[in-house]
C-alpha cells in the first residue's frame, strides 16, 4: 500500500464517491469497487474502470509524494497531540 496526501491547495477535483480499482493481473479484467454510505457495489463494465483509472492517476499526480505525505501526517499529528 502507498499512502499519498493531496494537499488542499492543489486543486484536485475530488472524487465524490469512494472507490478501489482492483487488478487481477493481465489474465483478469480490471474491476471497479464503489461505495455509498448505505452500500458497495462491483462494476466491471470496462469503460466505468478506465473512467475510474483516469481519476486515480489525476489524484495520485496532484499528491504529495509518499514521502512528503508521511511527513505532513507526522506534523499534523504533532499540532492536535494535547
Request: net charge negative; charged share 25%.
Given at each position: 500500500m502507498t499512502l499519498q496526501v493531496p494537499p488542499y491547495r492543489s486543486g484536485a477535483p475530488a472524487s465524490h464517491f469512494a472507490f478501489n480499482v482492483m487488478k487481477f493481473g493481465d489474465d483478469e479484467p480490471d474491476v471497479l469497487y464503489v461505495e455509498s454510505p448505505?452500500?458497495?457495489?462491483v462494476?466491471?463494465?470496462p469503460a466505468t474502470v478506465a473512467d475510474a483509472n483516469v481519476t486515480y492517476d489525476r489524484l495520485r499526480a496532484d499528491a504529495l509524494s509518499?514521502?512528503?505525505?508521511?511527513?505532513?501526517?507526522?506534523?499534523v499529528m504533532e499540532e492536535w497531540a494535547p
Open positions: 448505505v452500500s458497495g457495489q462494476i466491471d463494465s509518499p514521502e512528503e505525505s508521511l511527513a505532513l501526517i507526522h506534523k
